[in-house]
């Protein structure tokens, strides 16, 4: 029952502003507006510490991730490098990611593999760069969200049977053989194989496998250390160097001349069969790399603050850098590219903060097959066939399967999973989204609903989602209750369709016609509607404080459920409806000119509609109250305006503030002349007998006291209105004083004198809040704490005072923060 208000994000400007009061308010207006973008800077190449050693850090887990996907699809092993490199600078360039590393992907390995066996090297090269034209095609036509639209169980499921395929394979080189072309094929030549084992190969494969595991655990100071380098370089290091000083005799990684690297040639073969290929390549690179994006933003939220932040990710221009990289990489005679998701986490996880440390990554590949063939062929080719199956393996995600048995869609994981295995990718994956479909489906038409009788009150309870295909059973359970009776019908669900509301509100209507009473609640039992009846006007529950004002329907109107506040979701909630004794007398202000005679039977209208709508609400935690007194945590000062209801802009409720509201939220002085006991008492009352743990003085913009002081003259007559702001004056003189820095608004300054005023007034009450004795007591024993707050009123926008440097700023509060800063 809190109300919420939306706030934005504004630009920080803490910088200090300081003169003449009268000077300041007569400074031409600047041109850059408080809510606009601050002014791009020029682009300049700055290469920092962090991305040059998160550049090393994923270039160290590029280079055998590389050679080991190329292995294990079958391509010339420089066609991963070619892969890794233009990711790095065409992808890390152009895309909408700064954060995400391209590369040679082991999702795309099964893809790629089919389409070189059924296609040749060069064909499959031009339907990579085929794809990377789609994919800029789809870029241009701004469709990237779409891909977001797939299931998370089909893409988990997909990558779970690529997993299974790449694992099956990988397994025969592994054991020093030679992998067959399918997954079928694999399992049935598996006993075979396991009979011709290849010691030398299994050696060095269980070798990687050991330092894959063991690194990563590695305890200790030292380990924390050691555990910066790779595990992947430090598996293959370890296997290569221990060949090589045993002398085994292993098939090693081979390198041909770049002289002789197959480029792309036109594609050959059935034109359908080539569009298909080309269709699942774009779908697999675009998916796996637009859900990497989303996930790298993820990453980059998880930051500690302390570390700079990286803006979002434009998926558009994500997929349209993907497409670029790919159009590119085929044409050099590389491997089809996409979001490495490995990478990026390692990429985010050493520090980087821009695209360089991707583009920088690219260029270390780029030095490496120029200059470290020699090394690089010492690698045995059990050792990538290893590292490679343990990444396949760690595609089938025990989290992602928990996560689907948690959203109830293991049956669409499950057939995914094993269409990709025995049928391939985009077989695997139409065949999931199928079951999806059906799933949703069955899920929509699936309604249950119930009728009975509880102590003398009928109940139809709708458990599902309400459509068409359920309006005959509704309508059957609904007809089933007598005329005249008191019913609630219970809508447990999320949805409900034209032809569903059409026929709930048809039979209400009738049955509330015939003397009956009609309840309609949701989840928990919260009221979601009541009948309306001729009467009465066809308006949200928390109109009247808009000051709105309309004329009675002429029929009887049932409210639809998207119009419907539950009570606890509306703008306003229960301190809306109550109307509260804080200031807010909307139904005084809602009759237009002419009209104002009809007041008092707004006023009634009001207080029924509460009694009718929001006090079956609020009933017991008001009964909860009576019994056991206030105990508010909050001694809320602040101005006597209509427009502000504290408890919709501090998302509060009955018991959580009490509240002190005057003209111009002033706190006299203690000792005063003329001065105001009464303020004085409800701050001695909150803290000393309802022990409050923070105070806070709430201004606001356009405040009509601050106005009456800036405008007051010397020799008025002393009326009790300019004897009260005589309280104000402090301000006044604070805002006048040379030595005293200008309060500032979070991003600008403030837009007049009477806005200044407002801010410096509230930086004056806390002053005069200390020194009540009661107050500063409470403060020693840090039992209290003191906030300043100013509420934008045009701008439906709260700022909270905070210290920067001794300087007062106005901070905007966004959607995520409270009032935890002491001023």
Known sequence: MSACVPTRPQVLDPARAAGNPIAESTRPKRIHQPH???????HRFQMTSADLSASIAVFLIALPLSLGIALATGAPLQAGLVAAAVGGLVAGRLGGSALQVSGPAAGLTVVTAELIHRYGWRTTCAITALAGLTQLGLGCLRVARTALAVSPAVVHGMLAGIGV???????????????????LNNLRALPDQLTHVHPAAVS???????????WPRLPGRAGQVLRTVPAALVAVTGATLTASLAGLTLSKVD???WSSHALAGLPEGPVLGIVAAVLTVTLVCSVQSLLGAVAVDKLVAR??????????????????????ANVVSGALGGLPVAGVAVRSSANVQAGAVSRNSTMLHGVFVVVAALLMVPILELIPLASLAALVMAVGIQMVSLHHIRTVTRHR????????TIGVVFLGVL?????????AVAVALHRLARTHITHEERGGVHHVHVRGQLTFLAVPRLSRALHQVPQGADVVVELDGSFMDHAAFESLHDWQKSHFAQGGAVELTGRDHTRIAEPTSASHCRCRP???????????????????????????DGPGGADVAVGSSEGSEPSTQSAPSGQSGQSGHQLARGISAFQRNTAPLVRGELARLAREGQRPQQLFLTCADSRLVTSMITSSGPGDLFVVRNVGNLVPRPGEESGDDSVAAAIEYAVDVLHVRSITVCGHSGCGAMQALLNAEHGEAQTPLKRWLRHGLPSLERMAAKDQPWARLAGRAPADAVEQLCLTNVVQQLEHLRAHESVARAMRESELELHGMYFHVGEAQAYLLVDRDGTELFDHVGATEDLRHPA
């Open 36 to 42: 606009s973008p601050p002014p791009v800077p020029p």
């Open 165 to 183: 395929t790449i694992a099956v394979a990988q397994l025969h080189i592994v054991l020093g053989g030679t992998p067959q072309s399918s997954v």
């Open 204 to 214: 060095m494969s269980v070798l990687t496998l050991a330092l894959l595991l063991a």
């Open 255 to 257: 390198l041909p001349s």
């Open 303 to 324: 930051r500690p603050e302390s570390q700079p932040q990286v803006g979002r990710s434009d998926l558009d221009r994500e997929l349209l850098g993907q497409g670029a």
């Open 409 to 416: 869609e293991v049956l669409v994981y499950a057939v995914t």
């Open 427 to 435: 077989e695997g994956v139409a065949l999931g989204v199928s079951v």
């Open 542 to 568: 928390w109109t009247p404080w808009r000051n709105h004002y309309c004329e009675p329907s002429a029929s009887p109107q049932a409210t639809s459920p998207s119009d419907l506040s539950d009570g606890e």
